[in-house]
């Protein structure tokens, strides 16, 4: 039985999700079959099986996530099945290579910085430092300085002034506190000045837990503070600075190089969504909805569909090109959805949006939030949309005014939909009423045709049986 | 240089449906290629490749930290390689595995780079085929200074001399590195002082994921006028036209007239290194417009469609490739671990009293564990 442990396929990654599996327990594989797609932080990755044999075991299902160097697979490299021709005596060749028990030194790389906590070696004694730490840096100091001294000695004196202008560097650089690099930058991230810790290693350097327990302490102060609201306190100290980088950055430049390219007209209706909301209660109790997720915003996407299709200008997009700018009017749709993600704001779409009908719509927007809430939206998925809703609502937002994404010249925003009195027929009656929010390149879209299309989206959430038109 | 470089001047020989065309410079160039050195044209690739697969697949077994895929530029690598004598002097980046084949350099001994336990791996001077260099350009002022000291060496040598036993320099780079400071100064040197060198770009198109266009506006070989050398542009996917230009191009730099700089248009099919996912940044049907320019693809309806091979050539190909394969990796498997401690022997010539303390330190450490009589890890 040999296992083989998740090796490190990038540079440095701790861990892997399973994607798919190829194989099955007792399926007969080769050397170099593909045997399992991963995803890393950085890529798919397919993994060719090092050895030939039996599948015994799988270490994980798919959608697990895996560390580096803990087991995936079993092979039973004795399953006797027949060598892939070609290849001679592989299995007896990799017999002798492979890690076959814990004897045997592992692959050499995979052995990432979780992976070792699990398999420390045991110590009879850890090794002392020569001399206390303070002793041990003068030391050292006192070495590089008499080394330098001993070279000055046979070079001129014009060069003897210049090594001991050098050595309160070279002694500087040496009493420098000790850390290991990946302490450093949870100091930096902590914002924890790594001078102000009190070092605690068998070196004298500042550890892991002495870092994070600065930190804790640090934090207690910090709730004892009345307020967040600094008083007093330096100018400094009274704005936090934040690195802008990632998304957060490719967000920042997509939303100013829209606001102050396209000239936005926003336009706002009330709507009575009540025969919506009636609505989604019927398709959700619908035997052919079991097991989807059903919202509104499921009507409004189809809403939005259907609107664009009477007022095409919607669905288009402003191209510069060297003999004047254009307009590109798209005969499809490809639907943008703007989702909150672990990463940031992405707007993936749905592709041909106008060529789904209603549940196919309904499992393509389940589809794309989870996979934006699971962090896999791929940049493919962002690319390519021709108009997008954003769904505000979900966050218990009444309305705003959108920025239309980049490329496109048209967006939707999404109100929540609450009950408020509502005047029907000379009387106040409780209905489910929701704000619909739009955002328009004035470029291309004109006020009365966003005021058309608007109406337009706003009356089939007042009655969606429009649809059926 | 007074005119654009336009694709008419992109030297072809071999076009990618696998027609011979003929050419008024490098047909004689290419007057000794017969029907077994086209063959063997053709093995070196496929075993290239099929090395390049066997150790794309160790990198993904954990058996590499890393491994630099070379599929799509064999045909720059072969005919270039196989345009150089013995005694010339080769600088590669870290992609050059198909030269390194043509230098007789071991595959597997290319491994104990990638696998993490050498620097380098091949002694450079059996087959005059530097070591890898990991840090983009460093290896090009090496070749202009190489080819430099060959000319002192060559002091007083006459025409003829020089073109029988004279020495010359190739130095391969890529798009990327072509934009390094010290692509520029090595070529500026190696033009004043007249070095024998070679400066052999393979532009693949993409460095890592920044696109071509953002290296260069015009052609690259348009940069060989600006230092007063000649240019070539030649079809990278295509090996007799790569092997005649570098012929040409060495018997230039080695008759003592300069350096010479040739762009090899090509194109990587895979990934940058075993870490980079191309998909994050070019398209599918980017990859798709080159697929069927593949350097093998064309050499092979070439031999096909002039029965220089039968199936049975091809056949006895893969089993002979495959067997190197498992060669490669049983080698690669076996290869000793050297201790952690022989790397404290190679940071100074002589002793150092600060090494020294951190090598003691560090033996304290290894023999502090429980386990530590089986040995070092």
Sequence with gaps: ?469 | MTRAVTEEDLVQILTPDGQRLAHDIYDAYLADVDADMLRSFYRDMALTRRFDQEATALQRQGQLCLWVPVRGQEAAQIGSGRATRPSDYIFPTYREHGVALTREVSFSEMLRLFRGISGGGWDPRENNFHMYTMVLAAQLPHAAGYGMALNLEQHGWDEAKRAAEGGAVVAYFGDGSSTEGEAHESMVFANSFDAPVVYFCQNNQWAISVPFEVQSKVPLVQRAAGYGMPGIRVDGNDVLAVLAVTRWALEHARSGKGPVFIEAVTYRLGAHTTADDPTKYRLSEEEKAWAPKDPLIRLETYLRENKLVDDEFFEQLAVDADAMAAKVREDAMAFPVPPLAKSFEQVYAQAHPLIQEELDWHLQYEAGFADAAQGEH
């Excluded at chain 1, 090092?50 to 079993?74: K, N, Q, R, S």
């Excluded at chain 1, 070609?86 to 060749?93: F, H, K, L, N, R």
């Design chain 1, 1 to 469: 039985m040999t296992v083989f442990n998740l090796p490190d396929v990038g540079e440095g990654l701790t861990e892997a999700d399973i994607a798919s599996w190829k194989v099955a327990v007792g399926d007969t594989v080769e050397v170099n079959q593909i045997f399992v797609e991963i995803e890393t932080a950085k890529s798919l990755v397919e993994l060719p099986c090092p050895f030939a044999g039996v599948v015994t075991a799988l270490h994980a299902a798919e959608g697990d996530t895996v560390l580096v160097d803990t087991p995936l697979i079993t092979i039973d490299q004795d399953g006797n099945k027949p060598a892939p021709t070609g290849t001679p005596e592989p299995a007896e060749a990799l017999a002798t290579a492979a890690p076959q028990a814990s004897e045997e030194p592992g692959p050499l790389v995979g052995s990432g910085p979780t992976a070792d906590s699990s398999v420390r070696r045991a110590r009879t004694n850890r090794p002392k430092p020569s001399s206390d730490p303070a002793q041990l840096r003068a030391s050292r100091a006192s070495a590089l300085t008499e080394e330098i001294s001993r070279r000055a000695a046979s070079l001129s004196s014009a060069l003897t002034r210049e090594v001991d202008k050098a050595k309160p560097a070279v002694a500087n650089f040496v009493d420098r506190v000790l850390a290991k690099p990946p302490v450093r930058r949870l100091a930096k991230e902590l914002g924890v000045d790594i001078n102000d810790v009190v070092g605690t290693g068998s070196q004298g350097e500042v550890t892991r837990e002495d870092v994070n327990s600065y930190q804790a302490q640090r934090e207690a102060e910090h709730a004892a503070a009345p307020t967040y609201w600094a008083h007093g306190e330096l100018a400094d100290a009274r704005t936090e600075r934040t690195q802008v980088r990632g998304v957060r950055k490719a967000t920042a430049k997509a939303m100013v190089d829209s606001a102050f390219t396209a000239p936005h007209v926003s336009i706002f209706v009330d709507v009575d969504a009540s025969r919506t909301m009636e609505y989604v209660a019927r398709l959700k109790k619908s035997r052919d909805f079991e097991g989807i997720k059903v919202s509104p915003l499921l009507v409004l996407a189809r809403a939005v569909i259907w609107a664009a299709a009477r007022n095409p200008s919607v669905n288009a997009s402003w191209v510069e090109t060297e003999n004047g700018a254009e307009i590109h009017q798209k005969r499809f749709m490809n639907l943008g959805i703007a989702a909150a993600t672990p990463r940031g704001l992405l707007v993936p779409n749905i592709k041909d949006a106008q060529d789904l009908n209603m549940r196919e719509l309904a499992t393509a927007l389940n589809e794309l939030a989870t996979t934006a809430r699971a962090g896999k939206t791929k940049p493919e998925d962002m690319r390519g949309g021709t108009l997008s809703i954003t769904n505000i609502g979900a966050l218990g937002i009444d309305t705003g005014t959108p920025i239309i994404n980049p490329g496109e010249v048209a967006i939707v925003a999404f109100g929540t939909i609450r009950q408020k009195p509502w005047v029907v027929d000379g009387e106040v009656v409780p209905r489910w009423i929701t704000t619909l929010g739009g955002s328009f390149d004035h470029r291309v879209v004109d006020g009365d045709l966003s005021a058309r299309f608007m109406a337009d989206v706003a009356s089939i959430l007042q009655e969606p049986a429009m649809l059926l038109d």
